[in-house]
């Protein structure tokens, strides 16, 4: 029988006889042809293909959620920013360049009246601040002007300057507090605190260090008249602690603490600047960020603000990136007296390097020891 060419090779130790053939017989399903891939199965596809529709419908509702939440708080600001005179706005420097890049110097004016009971006929700024940003260095800071400060009302005369609000309204407080301190104001917000109590519960509350005991007196006393009689007061303990709206507005507006005859009113202000920079500090905060479609408008209710819902965006961020610890406090102050009947606090000349030190231009230092109204500054959680 002659040999036959064979479609296979044939080894026997040696050189193989044939041809190669061109092509290979098909292997049967699911056994591996030696070609380095496996075909994926179609329970694999299937998971692949939900795997990529849940990212995609993820990416959707964030979109979604954030268009929502934006446009929402941008409501609440064009409330707030209908709130403000066209006066005061014409009183304010335009910046130039970006709240996230540019140092912004805010004023803050909390007003406490015509809500409450016995308050109707009160309409003066019980808290005053100025609060400046300072992104390059990753620092906030605060200068709290006591409201018995006596000063010159632009047009009225010398008085004190929480009348300036009582006077001529907010225009005429901006006006007062940039002839005071010759600084240029980039924005307002001016707070009821009234209400301010309502910001800090849709926000969750704050958390608050209280630097010593106190006992407070007896107003606003939330029982009944025969119980508040014999009621002591408000009461807050050392150390740090979770406060309502309620709680923390009685904390900010506390005058008088039984417990140490040597505090003032400097004392309260520095209690407002605690109360505002952790209501702040909730309002950028994440929980707060997924709240925002619902609470969105009521977050900037008790506000007036010049501020653009983008602008405060950018505040937040500023504050979210600035170092707590490294937090500038200051405050003016001098001479405590007495003028037309009212007791008042007569302006120190050191005021104005306090104003140095708020702006970074000097550096910071305390108020002197066993002076109770002076003026300075202090870095973090040291009491002013």
Same mark, same amino acid.
Request: aromatic fraction near 6%.
């Given at each position: 029988?002659?040999?036959?060419?064979?479609?296979?090779?044939?080894?026997?130790?040696?050189?193989?006889?044939?041809?190669?053939?061109?092509?290979?017989?098909?292997?049967?399903?699911?056994?591996?042809?030696?070609?380095?891939?496996?075909?994926?199965?179609?329970?694999?596809?299937?998971?692949?293909?939900?795997?990529?529709?849940?990212?995609?419908?993820?990416?959707?509702?964030?979109?979604?959620?954030?268009?929502?939440?934006?446009?929402?708080?941008?409501?609440?600001?064009?409330?707030?920013?209908?709130?403000?005179?066209?006066?005061?706005?014409?009183?304010?420097?335009?910046?130039?360049?970006?709240?996230?890049?540019?140092?912004?110097?805010?004023?803050?004016?909390?007003?406490?009246?015509?809500?409450?009971?016995?308050?109707?006929?009160?309409?003066?700024?019980?808290?005053?601040?100025?609060?400046?940003?300072?992104?390059?260095?990753?620092?906030?800071?605060?200068?709290? #002007?006591?409201? %018995?400060?006596?000063?010159? =009302?632009? +047009? @009225?005369?010398?008085?004190?300057?929480? /009348? !300036?609000?009582?006077?001529?309204?907010?225009?005429?407080?901006?006006?007062?507090?940039?002839?005071?301190?010759?600084?240029?104001?980039?924005?307002?917000?001016?707070?009821?605190?009234?209400?301010?109590?309502?910001?800090?519960?849709?926000?969750?509350? #704050?958390?608050? %260090?209280?630097?010593?005991? =106190?006992? +407070? @007196?007896?107003?606003?006393?939330?029982? /009944? !008249?025969?119980?508040?009689?014999?009621?002591?007061?408000?009461?807050?303990?050392?150390?740090?602690?979770?406060?309502?709206?309620?709680?923390?507005?009685?904390?900010?507006?506390?005058?008088?603490?039984?417990?140490?005859?040597?505090?003032?009113?400097?004392?309260?202000?520095?209690?407002?600047?605690?109360?505002?920079?952790?209501?702040?500090?909730?309002?950028? /905060? !994440?929980?707060?960020?997924?709240?925002?479609?619902?609470?969105?408008?009521?977050?900037?209710?008790?506000?007036?603000?010049?501020?653009?819902?983008?602008?405060?965006?950018?505040?937040?961020?500023?504050?979210?990136?600035?170092?707590?610890?490294?937090?500038?406090?200051?405050?003016?102050?001098?001479?405590?007296?007495?003028?037309?009947?009212?007791?008042?606090?007569?302006?120190?000349?050191?005021?104005?390097?306090?104003?140095?030190?708020?702006?970074?231009?000097?550096?910071?230092?305390?108020?002197?020891?066993?002076?109770?109204?002076?003026?300075?500054?202090?870095?973090?959680?040291?009491?002013?």
């Amino acid at each position: 029988m002659p040999e036959q060419e064979k479609p296979y090779r044939v080894y026997k130790g040696g050189r193989a006889k044939g041809k190669v053939p061109l092509q290979r017989p098909s292997t049967a399903s699911g056994v591996d042809s030696g070609s380095g891939t496996t075909p994926r199965k179609p329970r694999q596809r299937r998971l692949g293909r939900w795997l990529t529709l849940a990212i995609v419908l993820t990416l959707l509702l964030g979109v979604v959620w954030l268009v929502a939440s934006y446009l929402s708080f941008s409501r609440g600001i064009s409330v707030a920013n209908d709130r403000v005179p066209t006066p005061v706005v014409a009183e304010l420097t335009k910046q130039d360049g970006l709240l996230v890049s540019t140092p912004t110097t805010i004023l803050v004016l909390g007003t406490d009246g015509g809500t409450q009971p016995g308050r109707s006929s009160a309409n003066r700024s019980d808290s005053i601040m100025l609060i400046r940003t300072d992104p390059s260095k990753h620092r906030l800071a605060f200068l709290s #002007i006591p409201r %018995d400060l006596r000063v010159e =009302i632009p +047009g @009225n005369g010398a008085a004190k300057i929480n /009348s !300036a609000f009582q006077i001529g309204g907010p225009t005429l407080a901006l006006r007062t507090v940039k002839s005071l301190t010759g600084l240029d104001v980039n924005h307002v917000a001016f707070v009821d605190f009234d209400r301010f109590k309502d910001l800090i519960d849709s926000v969750g509350g #704050i958390d608050i %260090d209280v630097p010593a005991p =106190i006992l +407070g @007196n007896r107003f606003d006393c939330p029982y /009944s !008249a025969t119980r508040c009689e014999k009621w002591d007061g408000w009461r807050f303990a050392k150390g740090r602690q979770h406060m309502n709206g309620q709680r923390a507005l009685i904390y900010s507006r506390i005058r008088e603490n039984r417990l140490d005859a040597s505090e003032t009113d400097l004392d309260r202000a520095r209690r407002q600047q605690q109360v505002i920079q952790a209501t702040a500090s909730n309002v950028t /905060s !994440a929980g707060t960020a997924l709240k925002l479609p619902f609470r969105g408008g009521s977050i900037v209710r008790p506000l007036a603000t010049d501020l653009s819902a983008g602008q405060v965006l950018q505040l937040g961020w500023a504050y979210f990136r600035a170092d707590p610890k490294r937090a500038l406090h200051c405050r003016l102050g001098g001479e405590p007296g007495s003028a037309d009947g009212e007791s008042v606090i007569f302006g120190s000349e050191d005021n104005v390097a306090t104003v140095a030190m708020f702006t970074g231009r000097s550096t910071p230092l305390a108020p002197p020891k066993g002076l109770l109204y002076a003026p300075g500054c202090v870095i973090g959680d040291r009491k002013l």
